[in-house]
C-alpha cells in the first residue's frame, strides 16, 4: 500500500464524509465524486444533513487508506461496495 498522496486534488482539498465513518468507525462504502468536483466518503448507512461532516481529502486516507484505489473516480461517478472486503462498482451518478 503506498502512502503519498495520489489524488488529482490537493490534499487539503474538503470533501464530505458522515459521522459514523468519523466517530463510529463505519467503513466507508459509497464514494462519489460530482460533477461540481466535490468528493463524497459516506458509510452504507441512511444519511440526513446533520450527519454531515467536512474534511480534507488527506484526513480520508487517514481515516482508510484504502481510499487510494478510488482517485481514478471521474466527475459524475460513484463507487459502492457491499462490504469492507468487496470490489467497488463503480457507476455514473
Ligand atoms: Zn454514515
Given at each position: ?39 463524497q ?20 486516507l ?23 472486503t ?8
Amino acid at each position: 500500500m503506498k502512502n503519498e498522496f495520489s489524488f488529482a486534488d490537493s490534499p487539503d482539498t474538503a470533501c464530505i464524509t458522515c459521522c459514523h465513518v468519523l466517530n463510529e468507525n463505519s467503513p466507508i462504502l459509497y464514494v462519489s465524486h460530482d460533477e461540481d468536483g466535490c468528493w463524497q466518503f459516506l458509510c452504507s448507512g441512511q444519511h440526513s444533513e446533520a450527519d454531515a461532516r467536512v474534511v480534507s481529502l488527506a484526513d480520508i486516507l487517514k481515516i482508510d487508506n484504502s481510499m487510494a484505489v478510488l482517485t481514478e473516480l471521474d466527475f459524475g461517478e460513484y463507487a459502492e461496495a457491499e462490504s469492507e472486503t468487496s470490489d467497488w462498482i463503480v457507476r455514473r451518478i
